[in-house]
């Protein structure tokens, strides 16, 4: 069974960090690309980061990131760890959410059913 477990989120104050993490069980963690999205109240889930799959003989990877968090956000995967990261710098009340990762690589069933319960982060001051 698959399964995303979040945590790391909390309260902030703008200008401030935080570095989730999101530990994958359920599957060969390092052939997939993973993601981070976000659900702030009242708005729909959006894509804020992805990185894809390793390749096995450069270890090289891409990462994409959202217009309003390049410069500030930067995914991360440690494969032998089977967990993503999501490193957070110049947080700002916009980013305000609850933040999840999942895999957009596994078939839409796997990934619909797998999204776990997040984490929040509040940046207020």
């Known amino acids: 069974q698959v399964q995303f477990v979040e945590s790391g989120g909390g309260l902030v104050q703008p200008g401030g960090s935080l570095r989730l993490s999101c530990a994958a069980s359920?599957?060969?963690?390092?052939?997939?690309?993973m993601s981070w999205y976000r659900q702030a109240p009242g708005k729909e889930r959006e894509l804020v980061a992805h990185i894809t799959s390793t390749e096995q003989t450069t270890y090289e990877y891409t990462t994409y990131y959202l217009d309003s968090v390049k410069g500030r956000f930067t995914i991360s995967r440690d494969n032998g760890k089977n967990t993503v990261y999501l490193q957070m710098t110049s947080l700002k009340p916009e980013d305000t959410a609850v933040y999840y990762c999942?895999?957009?690589?596994?078939?839409?069933?796997?990934?619909?059913?797998?999204w776990g319960q997040g984490t929040q982060v509040t940046v207020s001051s």
């Open positions: 359920g599957f060969t963690f390092r052939d997939l690309a």
């Open positions: 999942n895999s957009p690589a596994l078939p839409v069933r796997t990934h619909n059913a797998a």
